[in-house]
Each structure stands twice: as structure tokens, then as C-alpha cells.
């Protein structure tokens, strides 16, 4: 999605490890017409699939998700990263280890909001490792519901989260793969 490129050509940041800062669209201010049309373009990406909820994770997902869930007509569910998880049974928990902070979370959806009836597009802000997707993928199954593809703001193809979920047989659609980035220079390229 050439919009979303040229944004992070101009206003994305490099720093150490492999992260890419978008904070002043994406992650702390954001731009709401930008996430409008990323809403589009996921809707066009994903029309051949029935979609009846959205799922995303806490924090950074939740704006993009809110504003595409628009173009689909369906509700968002956001996992919950948890302190501690009391399991009385009306909670599906996992665990998922965050590349931004180094930990690992609980994160948990009511059963109330995710069943067997349920076809579910994941979307996230970034696929890196691929651990937040993989965690969303294993909500959605153990309620019983049917993973319809992930939805990606932007894809580091130079990590290896896409390729291994691709190779399970889930569609994945990110608007902007990232081959490299280089943190001296600044300079970012990209696969798409
Ligand atoms: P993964 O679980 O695929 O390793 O990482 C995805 C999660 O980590 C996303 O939900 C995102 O919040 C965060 N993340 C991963 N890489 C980056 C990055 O380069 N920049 C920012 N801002 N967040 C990232």
C-alpha cells in the first residue's frame, strides 16, 4: 500500500534491534484518515472470506482495528494482557512473549465474545516474530471459531513471524513488508 510506504519512508524511525518507530501515526498519535484507508484495503484484501468479528491485541492494535471493523460491519474483540489470570472457566487464555518489552504476557478473551460460530480476522499494528499472531491464532481455536486470515499493518519480512504462518496455511495481508532497515543510516526498504 503505497500511502502507508511513503509514510514510513517520511515519519518512521530505525532504532537498535530491529525496531521501527511510528509513534507520531501509528503507535501513540494516529492518524485516522491513513487507518481509514487501511481499513479499505483490508476490506478489498479480505472480501472473499465471511468475517463476522475482528480480533486484536492490546495496546497498539485496537485504533486499526476499531477503524477497519467499520468497512467489515462487525464488532472488535481485543485479547487482554493479564496480571494474573483467575481461570473459572469463562476465560480462553495463552501466553504470548512480546518482542517490544522482552516479557512474557497472559493475555485472555471471554468466552462471551469468541465461539464456534465465529470467523475471525486477526489484525495487528506489526508482524515480527510472529508471537502475537501465534497467540490470536490459539484464542480463536480453542473457542472452537475459525481463523479467516491476519490483517498487518506492517510486515519486518526480515524476521521470520510471516513466512511461518503463512506455511500453516493462514492467509496473511500486510499493507507494507519490510525487507531491511538500517539503523545508521535510516534508510528502509521493501518486499511489496
Ligand atoms: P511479534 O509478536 O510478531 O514478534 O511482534 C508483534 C508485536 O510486537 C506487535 O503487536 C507490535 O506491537 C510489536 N512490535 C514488533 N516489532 C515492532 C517494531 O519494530 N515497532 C513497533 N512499534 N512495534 C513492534
Do not use: W
Request: aromatic share 6%; with cysteine.
Amino acid at each position: 500500500m503505497e500511502l502507508l510506504k511513503e509514510r514510513i519512508i517520511r515519519d518512521g524511525n530505525v532504532k537498535k534491534g530491529g525496531v521501527l518507530k511510528v509513534d507520531s501515526f501509528l503507535n501513540h498519535q494516529m492518524d485516522v484518515e491513513l487507518f481509514n484507508r487501511m481499513g479499505e484495503e483490508f476490506k478489498r484484501r479480505f472480501s472473499d472470506r465471511p468475517i463476522n468479528k475482528i480480533l486484536t491485541i492490546e495496546a497498539s492494535g485496537i485504533g486499526i482495528a476499531c477503524i477497519a471493523a467499520q468497512h467489515f460491519n462487525v464488532p472488535v474483540v481485543f485479547a487482554k494482557k493479564a496480571q494474573s489470570i483467575n481461570l473459572d472457566g469463562e476465560m480462553l487464555s495463552t501466553k504470548i512473549q512480546s518482542f517490544t518489552h522482552q516479557r512474557v504476557y497472559d493475555v485472555i478473551v471471554s468466552k462471551k465474545f469468541l465461539g464456534p460460530e465465529d470467523h475471525v480476522l486477526i489484525i495487528d499494528d506489526f508482524l515480527a516474530n510472529g508471537c502475537a499472531v501465534d497467540g490470536l491464532i490459539d484464542l480463536i481455536r480453542g473457542a472452537g471459531a475459525t481463523v479467516e486470515g491476519v490483517g498487518i499493518a506492517i510486515e519486518k519480512g526480515f524476521q521470520d513471524g510471516g513466512k511461518r504462518i503463512r506455511e500453516k496455511g493462514i492467509r496473511v495481508e500486510s499493507l507494507a513488508v519490510i525487507a531491511s532497515m538500517d539503523d545508521e543510516t535510516g534508510e528502509i526498504t521493501f518486499c511489496n
